[in-house]
C-alpha cells in the first residue's frame, strides 16, 4: 500500500437491483422521523441553555455594576475624621 492509497478511500456500492419492500421504506421513513424530531429537540435545548446563559450573565454583570455605581456614591469615608493622636512620653526608667 503506497501513501497515495492509503490516504483515498473508496467505497464499492454494489447495485443489486432489488427494489426495496414497503415495509422497508416504511421503517426507513420512521426512522428518518425519529431523528428529525431527537435534532430539533437538541437544537431547542441548545438554544434554551443560550437564552439561560444570556439571563444569567446579564444578571451578574447588573448587580456586578450596580454595586460599583453604589460604592462610588457612598460618601462616608469623605466625612470619616481621623482620631487625634495623643503623644505619650516614654520615660526612661
Same mark, same amino acid.
Given at each position: 500500500m503506497s501513501s497515495s492509497e492509503g490516504s483515498k478511500? +473508496?467505497?464499492? $456500492? +454494489? +447495485? /443489486?437491483? #432489488?427494489? &426495496?419492500?414497503?415495509? +422497508?421504506v416504511d421503517f426507513m421513513r420512521l426512522i428518518e422521523q425519529q431523528n428529525l424530531q431527537r435534532?430539533?429537540?437538541l437544537? #431547542?435545548?441548545? #438554544?434554551?441553555?443560550? &437564552? @439561560? =446563559? $444570556?439571563? &444569567?450573565? =446579564? @444578571?451578574? %454583570? =447588573?448587580i456586578? %455594576?450596580? /454595586?460599583? %455605581?453604589?460604592v462610588k456614591q457612598e460618601k462616608f469615608l469623605d466625612d470619616f475624621e481621623e482620631p487625634v493622636k495623643l503623644e505619650v512620653e516614654n520615660k526612661a526608667l
Amino acid at each position: 500500500m503506497s501513501s497515495s492509497e492509503g490516504s483515498k478511500v +473508496e467505497f464499492k $456500492i +454494489e +447495485e /443489486s437491483g #432489488r427494489k &426495496l419492500k414497503k415495509t +422497508e421504506v416504511d421503517f426507513m421513513r420512521l426512522i428518518e422521523q425519529q431523528n428529525l424530531q431527537r435534532v430539533q429537540k437538541l437544537q #431547542r435545548q441548545r #438554544r434554551n441553555n443560550k &437564552l @439561560t =446563559g $444570556i439571563a &444569567l450573565g =446579564g @444578571t451578574v %454583570l =447588573g448587580i456586578y %455594576l450596580y /454595586s460599583m %455605581l453604589s460604592v462610588k456614591q457612598e460618601k462616608f469615608l469623605d466625612d470619616f475624621e481621623e482620631p487625634v493622636k495623643l503623644e505619650v512620653e516614654n520615660k526612661a526608667l
